[in-house]
């Protein structure tokens, strides 16, 4: 393990820790990025798995070409494959233009398939074979097209499990999992979570200018000895909650309890048991945790939809005052991020004139700051000079939510919140019928 190198890639990227099984991970990395093969990250959910197949991209000699990450889980399931393989104009209903799907635009570089455990069964058909002959078909389509994209994917559900229950391909699983790197949950990197508290008190100090929360030794005890369902991304949003809404600045295990942080050293405790019938990489873990992940989701998809109504309402505000403005769209990096409304500084730009959300993540480069490694790169294109009218947003927004939902009238209206008649007579009216 080469010290030097892995120390180097936690700072460039911003990873705080010095827990082995974390160091090990890190170096698994380093050292398969030159190689072309395929690699499966495992871990939990907010174990941090999403900044390893930045730092393999980075370090392979495709680093120059594109970088995707793919949730796989938050796409809907009708539109998957054109979303990854491309479709043809009128294939479906709202498929109003060609498309391109990722394994076109990202070839010679890379995708990140996350959650790749949640791709339907068509899909895992439709990927084995790209991965095993670089060939694929758009839908609607029976042209073949080739193209070279190297895979990482990252799970946090248990595949053995999911082979088991015919959920997943066994002979995909096999190719993607070429090379396995297992994310250590927080509970298991002892003193890493007091790191991390540190972290991220002093990162949010920065930001609002107010003195930085500090643990007692009892608190940081309590830290310790709890399981962290959520691991990193729980711990950075109990850090930003407490730093905003406490009084105190001493945090004392009470305060820590009070937000729900509770003293899994006695066993039962109401919420979280202590560790019993766990395994890795999540099987069998008790189900008041995976209730509380999923609880998490839930909250982190409520607080991310929430944040994008507000940025797409605020941007056709400031789109109407200032027509000169470039006309962009700022959506969340991470669809299952529990962002709630403290979230801060981790943001996308997204390509407006893409109809899907493509996530180009960037980190710094060696040169640049530190401190400004969690601020995503900023890609903005002009979509065209003068301002939409209302009427060409409606237009727009109507496309682009059909798209996403396939061409499914009935979901499109719930998104945009209008009734299925007003849909229709605006389908009908900006003449989207094909
Ligand atoms: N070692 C680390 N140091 C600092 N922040 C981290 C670290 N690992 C993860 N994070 C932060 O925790 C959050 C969850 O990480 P993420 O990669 O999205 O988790 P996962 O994909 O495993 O669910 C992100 O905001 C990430 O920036
Ligand atoms: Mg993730």
């Given at each position: 393990?080469?010290?030097k190198v892995?120390q180097?890639?936690?700072?460039r990227?911003g990873?705080v820790?010095n827990?082995?099984?974390?160091?090990?991970?890190?170096?698994?990395?380093?050292?398969?990025?030159?190689t072309?093969?395929?690699v499966l990250?495992y871990?939990?959910?907010g174990?941090?798995?999403?900044v390893?197949p930045?730092?393999?991209?980075d370090?392979?000699?495709?680093?120059h070409?594109?970088y995707?990450?793919?949730?796989?889980?938050?796409?809907?399931e009708?539109?998957?494959?054109?979303?990854?393989?491309?479709?043809?104009?009128?294939s479906?209903?709202?498929?109003l233009?060609?498309?391109e799907?990722?394994?076109?635009?990202?070839?010679?570089g890379?995708?990140?398939l996350?959650?790749?455990g949640?791709?339907?069964?068509?899909?895992q058909?439709?990927l084995?074979?790209?991965?095993?002959?670089?060939?694929?078909i758009?839908?609607?389509e029976s042209?073949?097209?080739?193209t070279?994209?190297?895979?990482?994917?990252?799970?946090?559900?248990?595949?053995?499990?999911?082979?088991?229950?015919?959920?997943?391909?066994?002979?995909?699983?096999?190719?993607?999992?070429?090379?396995p790197?297992?994310?250590?949950?927080?509970?298991?990197?002892?003193?890493?979570?007091?790191l991390?508290?540190?972290?991220f008190?002093?990162?949010?100090?920065?930001?609002?200018?107010?003195?930085?929360?500090?643990?007692?030794?009892?608190?940081?005890?309590?830290l310790?000895q709890y399981?962290?369902?959520?691991?990193i991304?729980?711990?950075?949003?109990?850090?930003?909650?407490?730093?905003?809404?406490?009084?105190?600045r001493?945090?004392?295990p009470?305060?820590?309890?009070?937000?729900?942080?509770?003293?899994?050293?006695?066993?039962e405790?109401?919420?979280?048991?202590?560790?019993q019938?766990?395994?890795?990489?999540g099987?069998n873990?008790?189900s008041y945790?995976?209730?509380?992940?999923m609880l998490?989701?839930?909250l982190?998809?409520i607080?991310?939809?929430?944040?994008?109504?507000?940025?797409?309402?605020?941007?056709?505000?400031?789109?109407?005052?200032s027509?000169?403005?470039?006309?962009y769209?700022?959506?969340?990096?991470?669809m299952?991020?529990?962002?709630?409304?403290?979230?801060?500084g981790?943001?996308?730009?997204?390509?407006?004139?893409?109809?899907?959300?493509?996530?180009?993540?960037?980190?710094?480069?060696?040169?640049e700051?530190?401190?400004s490694?969690?601020?995503?790169?900023?890609?903005?294109?002009?979509i065209?000079d003068?301002?939409?009218?209302?009427?060409?947003l409606?237009?727009?927004?109507?496309?682009e939510?059909?798209?996403?939902?396939?061409?499914?009238?009935?979901?499109?209206?719930?998104?945009?919140?209008?009734?299925e008649?007003t849909?229709?007579?605006?389908?009908?009216?900006?003449?989207?019928?094909?």
């Open positions: 393990m080469n010290e892995i180097q890639v936690k700072q990227y990873i820790g827990y082995e099984g974390l160091n090990r991970s890190i170096d698994i990395a380093i050292q398969v990025a030159p072309e093969l395929s990250i871990g939990e959910s174990v941090g798995k999403e390893l930045r730092v393999i991209h370090n392979s000699a495709r680093k070409n594109k995707f990450a793919i949730n796989c889980g938050s796409l809907p009708g539109t998957i494959d054109s979303e990854l393989f491309g479709h043809k104009k009128g479906f209903t709202g498929a233009d060609d498309r799907g990722y394994f076109s635009v990202a070839n010679n890379t995708l990140f996350d959650e790749v949640e791709l339907p069964l068509a899909t058909a439709r084995l074979r790209v991965l095993e002959t670089g060939e694929y758009r839908v609607g042209e073949v097209r080739k070279n994209v190297r895979i990482v994917a990252a799970t946090n559900v248990n595949m053995q499990k999911a082979i088991r229950e015919g959920k997943f391909r066994e002979d995909l699983y096999y190719r993607l999992n070429t090379i790197i297992n994310m250590p949950p927080l509970r298991e990197r002892g003193r890493d979570i007091e991390l508290f540190r972290k008190a002093y990162d949010i100090s920065e930001k609002y200018r107010i003195e930085p929360v500090r643990l007692t030794e009892d608190a940081r005890v309590l310790l399981k962290w369902p959520g691991n991304r729980q711990l950075r949003n109990l850090v930003e909650q407490i730093s905003i809404i406490s009084k105190e001493e945090i004392t009470e305060i820590l309890m009070s937000y729900g942080v509770t003293d899994d050293s006695l066993g405790t109401g919420l979280v048991l202590h560790g019938n766990r395994e890795v990489h099987q873990v008790h945790e995976k209730e509380r992940d998490f989701q839930l982190s998809s607080g991310k939809e929430v944040k994008d109504l507000k940025e797409l309402v605020h941007n056709n505000m400031e789109h109407r005052q027509p000169s403005q470039e006309n769209r700022i959506l969340d990096e991470d299952t991020e529990m962002n709630a409304p403290m979230q801060y981790h943001q996308t730009v997204i390509r407006q004139p893409q109809p899907y959300i493509v996530n180009e993540q960037r980190y710094p480069s060696q040169n700051p530190y401190s490694h969690n601020i995503q790169e900023v890609d903005i294109e002009p065209e003068a301002p939409m009218s209302n009427r060409e409606m237009r727009k927004n109507i496309i939510s059909l798209r996403r939902n396939n061409g499914n009238r009935k979901k499109t209206a719930t998104e945009l919140d209008i009734s008649r849909l229709y007579r605006k389908i009908k009216e900006y003449g989207l019928e094909i």
